[in-house]
C-alpha cells in the first residue's frame, strides 16, 4: 500500500499565521478542494491527505487568554497580551489536509505533553474538522507526529478519529512531511555529545524559527507578543537567559541558548535508549513529521490480519 503521490514540502510559519504548505504532487491542481476518499483503504486515505488542499479559518485568541491568566498567576517568565480578541487574532490558512496536520502537530508541540504555548490550539481544532469534512472517520484513524526522536521528551501530535478496538486488524500507510529542519551530516554523528547537540539545535529551530521569529519579534502586538511569550515559555521550561536575545531581536542567539540548555538533556536521554550514536542518529526524525492513516472493519470483520505501515517518504525529509 506504498502511496506514491508527493507530499508538500512544510514551512512552518508558526506565528505569522501565513499559508505556505503548498502541494507538490503532479495532479493535485485537478484535485483541490474537492477531493474525496473513494474507499476506506489507508492508502487511498493518505493519499488525499497528500494530495487535497484545504482552507482553515482559526484563532490565535485562545492562546492569549491563557497566556494571561498565567501572568495573573505571577508565575515567572510570563508575558501578557494588552488585547486577547479581535479581527488581529484571526488568521486564515491554506495547504494540502497532510501539510496542515503536520502545521497543527508542530504548533501545538510540547513538553512531557503540555504545549509550549496555547496559540495554536484553536488551528488543531479547525484541521480536523477540515480532515472529517472530506473522510469518514468510521472505521479510520489519522495520527500526525512530530517528535526529535523515540520517546523525546516534545513532542506534538493531532490525531483525527477514534483509535482502534482491541484485537482489530488493522491496515496502515505513512506518509511524511518534512519540517524544514536540515538533516543530519556525518560529522554531528560521531559521538553521543555531538549528536545531541545536533539533535537539540533542529528542535529549537522547529520550534522557534529563527528567521521567522526575528521577523515576528519586529512586528506589531499581537504577533510581538506571541513571539516573546513563546520564547518566555521555552526559556521557563529549559531554564535558558534568553530575555535580552529576544528584547533586541537577536534570534540566533536566543536559539542558541536553548539548545545549549536542552543538548545535556538529550544527550542524557540518547545514551539510556541506545547502544551507540550510529543507533541513536538513525532513530532522529526532528526534521519530518509522520502521519499514519489506520482502518479496520467497524462492523467486525477482518482486514486479513494487521500489516506494517505502506511509507511514502517526501524529498528533502531524512
Do not use: C
Request: zero cysteines.
Amino acid at each position: 500500500m506504498v502511496v506514491n503521490a508527493a507530499v508538500d514540502a512544510a514551512v512552518f510559519f508558526l506565528l505569522l499565521g501565513a499559508a505556505v504548505l503548498g502541494v507538490t504532487a503532479a495532479d493535485a491542481g485537478a484535485r483541490a478542494d474537492s477531493a474525496v476518499v473513494e474507499d476506506d483503504r489507508p492508502d487511498a486515505v493518505a493519499a488525499v491527505l497528500a494530495t487535497s488542499t484545504a482552507t482553515v479559518n482559526y484563532s490565535l485568541a485562545p492562546g492569549a487568554r491563557r497566556a494571561n491568566v498565567r501572568a495573573d498567576a505571577d508565575e515567572h517568565g510570563s508575558v501578557r497580551f494588552e488585547r486577547t480578541a479581535g479581527p488581529e487574532f484571526r488568521r486564515t490558512t491554506r495547504g494540502s489536509l497532510g501539510g496542515l496536520l503536520a502545521r497543527a502537530a508542530v504548533g501545538t508541540a510540547g513538553f512531557d505533553g503540555a504545549p509550549v504555548t496555547h496559540a495554536r490550539d484553536d488551528l488543531r481544532r479547525a484541521v480536523d474538522g477540515a480532515v472529517q469534512e472530506r473522510i469518514s472517520t468510521v472505521g479510520l484513524r489519522v495520527d500526525a507526529l512530530w517528535r526529535p526522536y523515540p520517546g523525546a521528551p516534545v513532542e506534538g501530535r493531532v490525531a483525527v478519529g477514534g483509535a482502534p478496538p482491541d484485537g482489530a486488524a488493522v491496515d496502515a500507510a505513512t506518509l511524511t512531511v518534512p519540517t524544514g529542519a536540515k538533516p543530519l551530516s556525518p560529522d554531528e554523528t560521531r559521538d553521543f555529545a555531538s549528536l545531541s547537540g545536533a539533535v537539540a539545535d533542529r528542535t529549537v529551530e522547529v520550534l522557534v524559527p529563527a528567521t521567522r521569529m526575528r521577523l515576528a519579534l519586529r512586528d506589531d502586538a499581537p504577533v510581538s507578543t506571541f513571539a516573546r511569550y513563546r520564547y518566555a515559555r521555552l526559556a521557563a521550561e529549559l531554564d535558558a537567559p534568553v530575555t535580552d536575545d529576544v528584547d533586541d531581536a537577536d534570534t540566533g542567539t536566543a536559539n542558541r541558548r536553548l539548545a545549549s540548555a536542552l543538548a545535556p538533556r538529550v544527550e542524557s536521554d540518547l545514551r539510556a535508549r541506545y547502544d551507540s550514536p550510529e543507533a541513536a542518529a538513525a532513530a532522529v526524525s526532528a526534521s519530518e513529521v509522520r502521519i499514519v492513516v489506520r482502518a479496520w472493519d467497524a462492523d467486525g470483520g477482518g482486514r486479513g490480519g494487521a500489516r506494517e505501515p505502506a511509507d511514502s517518504r517526501a524529498e528533502g525529509g531524512r
